[in-house]
């Protein structure tokens, strides 16, 4: 099914979850991006040195407890978020047939959405 017709079939509400599902991850990976590697405080660490893969860790004075809180609100909202639209009744009003390609458009529609505004011929205030 083209994108297009997820824009006109799918209802509201689905769509809306599936961006905010999208912002909240955008805002996990930056606050992943942000914190130490490790929630927990932990010491260095390396691989032995006859190890086939070198790896090692600086210590961690693991995560503050803001930034934990809000980890773990946003991963309790992107859980129920993916319940959310993996449960929703618009599902069963499709074709099996159909199930990938309206699931795709819809996870890419943002992406659609962002092309056809750049496409359109912009107007001077």
Request: negative net charge.
């Given at each position: ?48 040195e ?20 809000e ?55």
């Open positions: 099914m083209p994108s297009w017709q997820l824009r006109t079939a799918s209802p509201h509400d689905l769509i809306d979850a599936q961006d905010e599902l999208r912002q909240v991850r955008a805002e996990l990976q930056t606050l992943y991006q942000w914190v130490p590697w490790s929630a927990d405080p932990l010491d260095a660490w390396e691989t032995h006859n190890a086939w893969r070198k790896s090692s860790r600086p210590s961690s004075p693991g995560w503050d407890p803001q930034d934990a809180a980890i773990a609100r946003l991963r309790a909202r992107e859980v129920e978020l993916a319940g959310t639209i993996v449960t929703h009744a618009y599902w069963t009003s499709l074709a099996p047939a159909d199930l990938l390609a309206v699931r795709d458009a819809l996870k890419h529609h943002h992406e659609q959405q962002m092309a056809d505004a750049s496409s359109s011929p912009q107007t001077a205030p």
